[in-house]
């Protein structure tokens, strides 16, 4: 029917967890519509890793190593993409919805007129075609897409699927990419956060406020004091941060910290996926929202339709009550 | 120097979403819209650089007469020009079919940089921007949190995950995607409001573009079927009752953990 071309990513010299989602789905795409699988690994010194893949879900392999592709850079992996594609036939590429693949693959979907579906957290094959669902309105609704044309690239959301458990046999063959000199886009640096404030990784309680707080005062006055109550940490999502309410360090999401604390209360905050990537394995979530369709309840425990005006403030001074 | 903007109107991040009866998206028609929040960042990325250079910023929309609003307001916050793609030959495109349209606009521009939003608040489909840039024929970096100009390239930083940051020099021209919160967005003045009811604003179609049936719905590979709330996990338990009802709840809860 066809050809998947898994494209695998490198991160800290192994292959990312989210490349084993991509062949899990690749997988079980294959079995139900019998594609063959095919993928790519680009980058420094990939002999190895290539193997491994071959072997845990990744098909037949193409090793694209090259000393310009050790770190991520737009113009050096679209090439390698490509080259990839080409030599493939490949009519579904998929890519992990990770900083590198929504920089990239909307241009290789460009390149080639394809079909393009973002951040999707299910693919599934309905009568033999294709149909992505994805989250739209910052998490609020499903949206269930379809595609046409010949060729289709996809991105993956990170986590949504499990990684490849089983072993497949494929073999690995050298790929060449041309990465002609006068590149337009240059790698330069990883540049690591800085650790300032509290290691909200390491708080057994966060409270964290969100849009829904409304004002950079009433963090100090209404969320600081039920974390303080309980002995924890404050926390804030992106927004707040967006806003400068409140610095960087206490973000938590996909791009401050993510947390896994025994105990959750997000006040105010409505829950997009970049959030909940950060706090959803909390051991227990506690929502409180005015909106009963915010999105955050679908991770809580706990939920609350209510004004945190009135929660928060009354659930400091019974906490402090109970603590005597 | 120009700098080219691409705005994008979408409901109001307060709008109620009611979903249309045929499932297709949500209803339009009673709701409020607003500037995209990630494209107010890229407008004021490019009037910085303005500020600093006395570039002119060019700013473009697509959409139906509601979006000349959200260009008058981008003219009154300091853009120069406006130009609103206003056809319903468009209805109906994929991100491609819009990146087409944005790219027409592009090559007869011919900016030195492209400022975009990251994604829309509605679909966060976040294609347009590298596609557009694609089609042109430039380098873009998405998710920008710093920009530094440095004679004809541009250091960008992307952000990446853990708080991390990834920088990359483009050589202009070239497309930037920025984050929200890069920056902290200027409120139009009322001098500038008034100052923007003068200045141009140019209306295209899809023909003046020649894209004539390369785009809208026809043209589209990708078509949303279907958008529903989603169907709720194993689900939170909802505590309800008065508030000292719902406090009590929720130490309870928090006994039970062994946290109090």
Avoid at chain 1, 61 to 80: G, I, K
Avoid at chain 1, 132 to 153: E, I
Wanted: include cysteine.
């Amino acid at each position: 029917m066809g050809t998947i071309l898994i494209v695998a990513e490198i991160q800290g010299g192994k292959i990312r967890e989210a490349s084993f989602e991509l062949a899990s789905i690749a997988q079980k795409l294959a079995a139900a519509g019998g594609y063959q699988v095919r993928s790519l690994l680009a980058g420094k010194g990939v002999a190895a890793l290539a193997e491994e893949f071959a072997k845990k879900g990744g098909g037949d392999v193409y090793a694209a190593e090259h000393d310009s592709l050790a770190s991520y850079c737009v113009e050096t992996a679209s090439r390698a993409i490509r080259a990839a594609v080409d030599a493939s036939g490949a009519e579904l590429i998929l890519l992990s919805n990770t900083p590198s693949g929504w920089d990239v693959a909307p241009r290789i979907a460009a390149a080639l007129d394809a079909a393009f579906v973002s951040d999707c957290f299910k693919l599934d094959l309905e009568g033999g075609k294709l149909v992505c669902h994805r989250r739209v309105f910052n998490g609020k609704l499903d949206a269930r897409v379809t595609t046409s044309g010949p060729r289709t690239v996809v991105t993956v959301q990170p986590g949504a699927a499990s990684p490849f458990a089983g072993s497949t046999s494929g073999k690995v063959t050298p790929l060449a990419v041309e990465l002609p000199a006068g590149a337009r886009a240059r790698f330069v640096a990883v540049k690591i956060a800085e650790s300032k404030g509290v290691d909200l990784s390491k708080a057994d309680i966060i409270v964290s406020g969100g849009r829904g707080v409304g004002a950079p005062e009433k963090f100090p006055e209404v969320i600081q004091p039920l974390a303080d109550a309980l002995g924890g940490a404050m926390g804030a999502s992106r927004p707040v941060v967006d806003a400068g309410w409140l610095p960087h360090h206490y973000q938590v999401g996909s791009s401050g910290q993510v947390v896994q604390p025994k105990l959750y209360i997000a006040a105010g905050i409505s829950g997009a996926i970049q959030h909940l990537v950060g706090m959803k394995t909390s051991n227990y979530i506690i929502a409180i929202n005015k909106d009963p369709d915010a999105p955050i309840f679908e991770v809580a425990n706990l939920g609350v339709v209510g004004d945190l005006f009135e929660i928060v403030p009354a659930l400091t001074k019974a906490v402090l009550a109970a603590k005597g | 120097m120009k700098i080219l903007v691409c705005l994008k109107q979408v409901p109001h991040q307060d709008a109620r979403l009611d979903v249309r009866p045929d499932g297709g998206w949500i209803q339009e028609d009673t709701i409020k819209f607003e500037i995209n929040s990630y494209d107010t960042y890229a407008l004021e990325e490019a009037l910085r650089v303005k500020d600093a250079t006395q570039a002119e910023v060019v700013v473009v929309s697509i959409g139906p007469e509601r979006v000349t609003q959200a260009l008058r307001t981008a003219l009154g916050m300091g853009a120069d020009r406006a130009i609103h793609v206003k056809d319903p030959a468009v209805d109906g495109s994929d991100p491609l079919g819009i990146a087409k349209v944005l790219a027409a606009i592009a090559k007869a521009e011919n900016p030195d940089l492209i400022f975009t939003g990251f994604m829309s608040d509605d679909g966060n489909f976040a294609s347009v921007p590298p596609m557009l840039a694609e089609l042109v024929g430039i380098p873009s970096a998405t998710a920008a949190v710093q920009v530094e100009r440095k004679n004809g390239t541009l250091s960008v930083s992307r952000e990446i995950e853990g708080g991390a940051q990834e920088v990359v020099e483009l050589t202009a021209p070239c497309l930037v995607a920025v984050q929200t919160g890069i920056n902290q967005v200027r409120y139009a003045s009322l001098k500038g409001i008034m100052a923007a009811k003068k200045k141009p604003l140019d209306l295209k179609t899809v023909a003046d573009l020649g894209l004539s049936g390369q785009v809208g719905a026809g043209a589209a590979k990708i078509k949303v079927e279907k958008i529903a709330p989603p169907s709720k996990g194993s689900g939170a338990e909802m505590l309800t009752g008065s508030t000292d009802q719902i406090v009590s709840g929720i130490v309870s809860k928090i006994k039970e953990l062994g946290l109090l």
